[in-house]
């Protein structure tokens, strides 16, 4: 988990203060969680970091969760 969380870092747009950040994505995505929620939409729920990472997952062998907002998991 550290080392995605570090590849996460190294090979995507995550600034280097978001480590906590990239830790938590990459313990969703090894233990395999369907949905991570946040309300960081910065770093987290942010469609062109996401792009990123999802990249970064498939190289490592693991799919990226979806990500998104509570609200965006309810719909309308």
Known sequence: MEE???QFLIKS??????SDDALHIALATVYQVDY????NCKHIANAQ????????????GYELPTICTPYELMGD
């Open 4 to 6: 995605l969380a570090q």
């Open 13 to 18: 747009n995550l600034p280097p203060k978001a």
């Open 36 to 39: 991570l929620l946040t309300w």
């Open 49 to 60: 970091i996401q792009k990123k990472l999802s990249q970064i997952s498939i190289q490592s």
